[in-house]
């Protein structure tokens, strides 16, 4: 079968770092609308940013997703039925996330999705983020073909894994997963953790 790589074609406003692991105050429901649509960014391949290590770094944990009990009409079966699996997930995810996240060497922050411009307003530059988070929302692995670091759909998905300098958009591409592990995010943070301690010779 067919492999490339996927990634989304709009990116969520999102995360930030303190030192240490700290936590976001609140968690919202997940809205469409919090996302962007941006232009003029570049895409770099293969490496972190070379100034990951001295500033903060915003993990996105899952939110649960409003899934009525009877399904809308204007919600299709699949979409509902990709929510509902969402809500069964995502706080083992999470629970996943915190812990892999106190392995991390530098100063990085657990928040939710929309809580981005926040911290990126108190001087927060890059956040961890993946092709798939948001599949369950909008299922646009239905409907986006190129996405923002650049791949492309096909019948098995990888999840290209990447740092977005939220600056300037730019996208540092450093490694790709299957989308059958979304929710793994022991493994997802590991493959973060494995980059930073080649490229930057860390070690907590």
Same mark, same amino acid.
């Given at each position: !079968?067919?492999?490339?790589?996927?990634?989304?074609?709009?990116?969520?406003? !999102?995360? !930030?770092?303190?030192?240490?692991? /700290?936590?976001?105050? %609140?968690? /919202?429901?997940?809205?469409? #609308?919090?996302?962007?649509?941006?232009?003029? *960014?570049?895409?770099?391949?293969?490496?972190?940013?070379?100034?990951?290590? #001295?500033?903060? &770094?915003?993990?996105?944990? $899952?939110?649960?997703?409003?899934?009525?009990?009877?399904?809308? /009409?204007?919600?299709?079966?699949?979409?509902?039925? *990709?929510?509902?699996?969402?809500?069964?997930?995502?706080?083992? /995810?999470?629970?996943?996330?915190? =812990?892999?996240?106190?392995?991390?060497?530098?100063?990085?922050?657990?928040?939710?999705?929309?809580?981005?411009?926040?911290?990126?307003?108190?001087?927060?530059?890059?956040?961890?983020?993946?092709?798939?988070? =948001?599949?369950?929302?909008?299922?646009?692995?239905?409907?986006?073909?190129?996405?923002? +670091?650049?791949?492309? +759909?096909?019948?098995?998905?990888? +999840?290209? &894994?990447?740092?977005?300098? !939220?600056?300037?958009?730019?996208?540092?591409?450093?490694?790709?997963?299957?989308?059958?592990?979304?929710? $793994?995010?022991?493994?997802?943070?590991?493959?973060? &953790?494995?980059?930073?301690?080649?490229?930057? %010779? +860390?070690?907590?």
């Amino acid at each position: !079968m067919k492999t490339k790589r996927t990634v989304l074609g709009r990116i969520g406003l !999102m995360l !930030m770092g303190l030192p240490g692991v /700290a936590f976001a105050q %609140g968690a /919202a429901t997940l809205d469409t #609308t919090m996302t962007r649509h941006v232009t003029n *960014y570049k895409i770099i391949r293969g490496e972190l940013p070379p100034d990951l290590p #001295t500033v903060g &770094l915003l993990l996105i944990k $899952y939110s649960p997703a409003d899934v009525p009990d009877k399904r809308p /009409a204007n919600i299709s079966a699949q979409a509902y039925r *990709y929510r509902k699996t969402h809500n069964d997930k995502f706080e083992a /995810a999470n629970a996943q996330l915190q =812990n892999a996240a106190l392995q991390y060497p530098y100063k990085c922050r657990i928040t939710t999705q929309d809580s981005a411009s926040y911290y990126q307003a108190k001087g927060y530059k890059y956040r961890l983020f993946f092709d798939g988070f =948001n599949r369950f929302y909008d299922l646009s692995r239905l409907d986006i073909n190129v996405n923002n +670091s650049g791949g492309k +759909s096909s019948d098995v998905r990888l +999840s290209d &894994l990447y740092v977005v300098n !939220m600056l300037n958009n730019n996208i540092y591409v450093f490694e790709e997963f299957n989308e059958n592990y979304l929710y $793994y995010y022991k493994g997802i943070v590991g493959m973060l &953790l494995k980059k930073v301690n080649k490229q930057f %010779g +860390s070690d907590k």
